[in-house]
T-cell receptor
Framework: ETGVTQTPRHLVMGMTNKKSLKCEQH?????MYWYKQSAKKPLELMFV???????ENNSVPSRFSPECPNSSHLFLHLHTLQPEDSALYLC?????????????FGSGTRLTVV | DQQVKQNSPSLSVQEGRISILNCDYT??????FLWYKKYPAEGPTFLIS?????DKNEDGRFTVFLNKSAKHLSLHIVPSQPGDSAVYFC????????????FGKGTHLIIQP
């Protein structure tokens, strides 16, 4: 148990579907993140939430929509995805968005878009 | 353009020997560096870190070296054990920056018996 729980672990969805990824942390952290890991690429930061407020990341397509209802929960809403969006989506949390002391990651959701 | 580079996708080391994983960075504003370890089907886990005010940090079998002038850091594992087989990610952050951690592509370390 890492303290950061992601569900589902695996997800297969069609390009017209709408689905959501869920992340929950029990560490008392006040910052949460979504990262994307594609094959042979570095982990890419998608979104940052600090104290439930979103730090903008303009490079992420609008078909990805984050939601942070409270400091313990983070969602990533998905709609009209493309096959190239297939990847491992990792959630992480930390004590402060500018904390250099490392993040605690969840196990990830393996997403396949067909 | 990648700001954190791990140029070796994989590395094979014999059990008991030293494993050396390398990482280069281009952003001179980075002031904190971390190594993460990742097993298949799991998220990355924090391994060791180093602040830019130091050039070495040691934790058991793991030592991280930082050469600021060369913008280079390395992770030494000695002696290497079979359980060390994993993907190792180098990451960097800029204190006060809003961009989170910037990761390299990772190096797959394989420890051979």
């Amino acid at each position: 148990e890492t303290g950061v729980t992601q569900t589902p672990r695996h997800l297969v969805m069609g390009m017209t579907n709408k689905k959501s990824l869920k992340c929950e942390q029990h560490l008392g952290h006040n910052a949460m993140y979504w990262y994307k890991q594609s094959a042979k690429k570095p982990l890419e930061l998608m979104f940052v939430y600090s104290l439930e407020e979103r730090v903008e990341n303009n490079s992420v397509p609008s078909r990805f929509s984050p939601e942070c209802p409270n400091s313990s929960h983070l969602f990533l809403h998905l709609h009209t995805l493309q096959p190239e969006d297939s990847a491992l989506y990792l959630c992480a949390s930390s004590q402060g968005w500018d904390s250099p002391y490392g993040y605690t990651f969840g196990s990830g959701t393996r997403l396949t878009v067909v | 353009d990648q700001q954190v580079k791990q140029n070796s996708p994989s590395l094979s080391v014999q059990e008991g020997r030293i494993s050396i994983l390398n990482c280069d960075y281009t952003n001179s504003m980075f002031d904190y560096f971390l190594w993460y370890k990742k097993y298949p089907a799991e998220g990355p886990t924090f391994l060791i870190s180093i602040s830019s005010i130091k050039d070495k940090n040691e934790d058991g079998r793991f030592t991280v070296f930082l050469n600021k002038s060369a913008k280079h850091l390395s992770l030494h594992i000695v002696p290497s054990q079979p359980g060390d087989s994993a993907v190792y990610f180098c990451a960097a952050s800029e204190r006060g920056g809003a961009d989170g951690l910037t990761f390299g592509k990772g190096t797959h370390l394989i420890i051979q018996p």
